[in-house]
Nanobody, 119 residues
Framework: QVRLVESGGGLVQAGASLRLSCAAT????????MAWYRQAPGKERTFLAT???????NYADSVKCRFTISRDNAKHTVYLQMNSLKTEDTAVYYC?????????????WGQGTQVTVAA
């Protein structure tokens, strides 16, 4: 059974940095695109960044200059480095991945990790 598990969230002060990780486990044959999203209280889940298997990245305009997505294919892990955090970055952060197993390909979501940025 394939799972995505995020880690690295927490409570920080404005201006600080955090690095989120998301590891995929299970009977994985291949992971294609991986991405990060977030959902603030009372708002819809929004796209932050995506990265291809070969490392090509795209970002939402709101985070382009502050966040960096990366991945380690050998570890089936995607990262999100977040710098210069603002109070408006407070949200639950979710990873997403397009994963192929031996029998099928599907889109998976992690359970989320809370990031809280205090003023």
């Amino acid at each position: 059974q394939v799972r995505l598990v995020e880690s690295g969230g927490g409570l920080v002060q404005a201006g600080a940095s955090l690095r989120l990780s998301c590891a995929a486990t299970g009977n994985i044959f291949r992971i294609d695109d991986m991405a990060w999203y977030r959902q603030a209280p009372g708002k819809e889940r929004t796209f932050l960044a995506t990265i291809t298997r070969s490392g090509g990245a795209n970002y939402a305009d709101s985070v382009k200059c502050r966040f960096t997505i990366s991945r380690d294919n050998a570890k089936h892990t995607v990262y999100l480095q977040m710098n210069s955090l603002k109070t408006e970055d407070t949200a639950v952060y979710y990873c997403n991945a397009d994963i192929q197993t031996a029998h099928y390909e599907s889109d998976y979501w992690g359970q989320g990790t809370q990031v809280t940025v205090a003023a």
